[in-house]
């Protein structure tokens, strides 16, 4: 077992080949990137994309997070990149048997069987850095057993390598967005998420942040039953919500404002976001209630960066360029001038616009998803003239949680009063008393602070 647990470990043979089977696609890309631009030709960014997406497509990892990251990032890869990264499959092929009797053996011990009342030998879902496993507590709860792959360290490390070099080719020919400190978020964000033990607590921190909140449901560890690599949780039931888009509208607007409860309240009263609202890591119960499943990708915020998003709300409503500017430094842009902040702005009260009138609309009230993707495109041409933007790195995981949030308000078509919802949890915000809450939850919960 002990050998086991140290082969799992980031080793240079692993990442040599992971390099082998990445590197060779990221290659040739480099090569047809230096060809063109040496012989003066474009590069047909959507043939060579679904060239990439059909090669990488077999491997489990973190590639496939990292798709789904950046997809609803704007403008940090080409849009025929994302769409074609989008269809890596977040449903990969499970792991046979065999690799699952020796994983458990692994983490529990050779008589791991008899720790459970029961354990299914086929995966009840599989996904990018592991698959999770039916199984019955002693005392008869139901469980969900997350098992990760083996080598993940070594694929994280590999991909975060070959991610890189694309950010870096991208950026020779478009200069409108620096993606530096999007890459290292990524990479700080994919090695927490190797950590089932850290995912325990954040999970324990969200149990304890989400208490009153009787819309949202959060599974209980066993830790006599978790490891680092193995995460044994109580089993929620529920439906993948795109099952519910056929509800009455009463139905789709509870779903909605659950889920808009589960990502906000724990951000604007602890200063802490899940930062992957994607499909798979939530399923909606019969009564609308949401269960959150997946707490990998938590990030904790200082409480004046919480205060400037507030800020940069009453900013856009007062039309107060100068708490506007404040609000963009705190988050850790420079060197912005008066062109700059104008084009941010436009980004800024496309995602503000809900929240700035006080009535009952669709959460896309202004034309649609083509008017954001028009916004999108032109931000992102007035940010190339301008020379460029570094958006910092806190950024990322905020701008996901309100397009991956925004897009499943879109399919849900909820018709909410989406400014009372905000001011219902930032009337009464204090940056002193969400530091004293922020703490805490934190200590409740085993989490270190760590901005």
Known sequence: MAEERTSEKSTMGGRVKRYARVGGTVGGLAARVAGNRL??????????????????????????????????????????????????????????????????????????????????RDAAAAASLGQVHRAVAPDGRPLACKIQYPDMASAVEADLKQLKLVFSLYRQYDKAIDPSQIHLELSERLR????????????????????????????????????????????????????????????????????????????????????????????????????????????????????????????????????????????????????????????????????????????????????????AANVHKELRRLGGVTPPREFVLMDRAAIGLGSVFTHLNAEINWHRQFHDLIDAFEAEKLAKRQKEALETAGVPLAY
Not at 92 to 105: E, I, L, Q, S
Not at 282 to 309: K, M, Q, W
Request: glycine share 10%; proline share 5%; with cysteine.
């Open 192 to 375: 927490e998420e190797l950590d089932y033990a850290r995912e325990a607590r954040n999970m324990a921190l969200y149990r304890h942040m989400l208490a009153d909140e009787d819309g949202v449901q959060v599974p209980e560890v066993l830790d006599e039953l978790s490891t680092d690599r193995l995460l044994s949780m109580t089993w929620l039931d529920g439906a993948p919500l795109m099952e519910q888009l056929e509800g009455d509208l009463e139905f789709r607007n509870r779903i909605a404002l659950n889920m808009f409860r589960a990502w906000y309240v724990p951000f604007y009263f602890y200063g802490v976001i899940h930062g992957d609202p994607h499909l798979g890591n939530y399923s909606v119960r019969p009564d609308g209630t949401i269960n959150l499943l997946d707490f990998g990708c938590i990030r904790v915020f200082r409480p004046g960066f919480v205060e400037a998003v507030i800020d940069l709300y009453k900013a856009l409503r007062d039309e107060d360029e100068a708490l506007a500017v404040h609000a963009y430094e705190t988050w850790g842009f420079k060197d912005l001038d008066q062109e700059m902040i104008g084009v941010l702005n436009q980004w800024a009260k496309f995602l503000y616009g809900p929240l700035l009138k006080d009535q009952v609309q669709t959460i896309q009230d202004n034309g649609g998803v083509m008017y954001g993707a028009g916004v």
């Open 39 to 120: 012989f003066g030709f474009e590069l047909d960014k959507g043939i060579h994309a679904a060239e990439l997406q059909a090669a990488l497509g077999g491997l489990k990892g973190p590639l496939m997070k990292v798709a789904q990251i950046l997809a609803t990032v704007p403008d940090v890869l080409p849009e025929e990149y994302v769409t074609e990264l989008r269809k890596l499959q977040t449903n990969a092929p499970p792991m046979g048997w065999a690799f699952v009797r020796r994983r458990m053996g692994a983490e529990l011990g050779p008589d791991w069987q008899d720790r459970y009342r029961d354990f299914s």
